[in-house]
Nanobody, 127 residues
Framework: VQLVESGGGSVQAGGSLRLSCAASGFYFPAWCLGWFRQVPGEEREGVAIIDPAGTISYAESVRGRFTLSKDDAKETLVLQMNNLKPWDAATYYC??????????????????????WGEGTLVNVSS
């Protein structure tokens, strides 16, 4: 299983970034996937998750600004981040959870339930 993130960078507050996660080594359509983020010294937190049926749940702090999508054919998970805030700055990680799994709307899992992780991509947001 391999997850490779890309798309991080530096942006001013109010700007946008698009994170991508290229997956390989597992049957992508059957797994749950998500983006998590972490600031040094703090616990890794869930940002957005999606299950095989396409049910998505967002953390309250990003709802309305971030959009999660996946392309099963391309085995790619994308997080579109708009109207970025300084507190969105973090290392963003792509993660996968083995089948079977199901997302409940309004609830984002803790990092500890995820089974596979990418190396992360850094997002900086300046005010």
């Amino acid at each position: 299983v391999q997850l490779v993130e890309s798309g991080g960078g530096s942006v001013q507050a109010g700007g946008s970034l698009r994170l991508s996660c290229a997956a390989s080594g597992f049957y992508f359509p059957a797994w749950c996937l998500g983006w998590f983020r972490q600031v040094p010294g703090e616990e890794r937190e869930g940002v957005a998750i999606i299950d095989p049926a396409g049910t998505i749940s967002y953390a309250e702090s990003v709802r309305g600004r971030f959009t999660l999508s996946k392309d099963d054919a391309k085995e790619t998970l994308v997080l579109q981040m708009n109207n970025l805030k300084p507190w969105d700055a973090a290392t963003y990680y792509c993660a996968a959870r083995e089948p079977t799994c199901k997302v409940s709307p309004g609830h984002v899992w803790g990092y500890y339930v995820m089974d596979r992780w990418g190396e992360g991509t850094l997002v900086n947001v300046s005010s």
